[in-house]
């Protein structure tokens, strides 16, 4: 092993990035990934010329140019605009909250009116005041109707908790616009990959320097693996590499269920959310619309995506960042400096929810500053 300069673990967004801009500079790295694919999360292959999203939809968006530039170099990105709908017991509403999702629920039609019906809804809870979890936080920044029928039961189903018991920081950024606009997305640039996302990943790795081994687990040979390797790029769980040591960060996980439908379009969306409680899943996501609905005729997939309790052994999806598991994370971080020749990275690595352009920012910081080394 000691033709390589680095054993990357994980065939992600970070990873890929990470080997991609070494190999760069003239180092080799192996990849394993546990998996029998690359492209970690992001994964897409095509069914009946439909590009499926296998771990639930993915949009890119960003304001930092040059990573739209940088990304660009691996695919062509097509125009779409996430604009999501949300379906409370039949009734479907626009998302993000904003004019459309207003006039629907109360007949405002004007911005001023709008604000008027929140703030007679907010009731007795002022903005300038500190809420004590979730439910204060939204009845605060939208009022009771929106709250009850769009916020609480999907919520609820995402974090597996009373809304209640949930801090209020979960949502203290919910996009709320008094303008007719249903882009979700504050950001300069957005957009899907023409052709899906492993596209990027493979590129990313298809270097004479980078080997890549797919279907390895990295823990059933751990101990050699980091005797073997003068430097190690982890971006698994934290609290799985120390054995989980000082206990258990906790996440959350998600179920997929996907099927093949003979029809042209199910739902006329990409994504469509069940923002009610007595519906299990969350969202359906229909693939075919992420790419202005190209595929064969008469044939539709869409994915339907439930939440689940995470286990070990299950897919860590959501680092659930409250007080608790952040302190723990602080000291599992403290411990990673014990373990130099280690580089902790992603979102398992770092304990935090990236968005795919803030994982590819923070791998190019990362590989920036071990190069310099």
Do not use: C
Not at 208 to 231: N, R
């Amino acid at each position: 092993m000691e033709k390589y300069d680095y054993l990357i673990v994980g065939a992600g967004l970070f990873g890929a990035t990470f080997a991609f801009e070494a190999a760069k500079k003239g180092k080799r790295t192996l990849v394993i990934e546990k998996r029998d694919h690359v492209g970690g999360n992001i994964y897409t292959h095509e069914i009946n010329g439909i590009q499926v999203h296998q771990y639930g939809a993915h949009i890119f968006h960003t304001s930092n140019k040059e990573i739209w530039d940088y990304i660009q170099q691996f695919a062509e990105f097509n125009r779409y605009t996430n604009s999501p709908i949300a379906n409370y017991k039949g009734e479907i509403y626009n998302l993000p909250f904003n004019m459309n999702t207003f006039n629907k629920l109360w007949g405002v039609k004007t911005p001023d009116e709008a604000v008027a019906k929140i703030a007679k809804q907010r009731g007795n809870f002022k903005l300038d005041e500190e809420p004590k979890n979730l439910e204060e936080q939204a009845i605060s920044l939208i009022g009771t109707d929106i709250y009850e029928k769009l916020v609480k039961g999907y919520t609820e189903k995402q974090w597996g908790q009373k809304a209640t018991e949930l801090p209020a920081f979960i949502i203290r950024r919910l996009p709320v616009r008094l303008t007719y606009d249903n882009n979700y997305f504050n950001d300069t640039y957005q957009g899907i990959p023409i052709g899906g996302y492993t596209q990027i990943v493979e590129k990313m790795l298809d270097n004479k320097l980078i080997d890549v081994k797919t279907g390895v687990d990295f823990f059933a040979k751990k101990d050699e693996y980091l005797q073997q390797f003068s430097k190690v790029v982890f971006t698994g769980m934290i609290d799985q590499f120390f054995n989980y040591e000082l206990g258990e960060l906790e996440y959350r996980s998600l179920k997929f269920e996907t099927e093949v439908l003979d029809t042209d379009n199910f739902q006329g969306n990409a994504v469509v959310n069940y923002t009610d409680a007595e519906t299990p899943y969350t969202r359906i996501i229909e693939h075919k619309h992420f790419e202005f609905g190209k595929g064969d005729k008469g044939k539709t997939i869409i994915t339907k995506e439930y939440p689940a309790d995470w286990q070990r052994g299950d897919e860590p999806y959501y680092p659930i960042n409250n007080e608790k598991n952040n302190e723990l994370y602080k000291k599992y971080k403290k411990m990673a400096k014990g373990v130099p020749n280690v580089i902790f990275g992603g979102r398992l690595g770092q304990y935090r929810y990236f968005d795919m352009h803030q994982v590819i920012h923070a791998a190019l910081t990362t590989v920036t500053q071990e190069l310099k080394k």
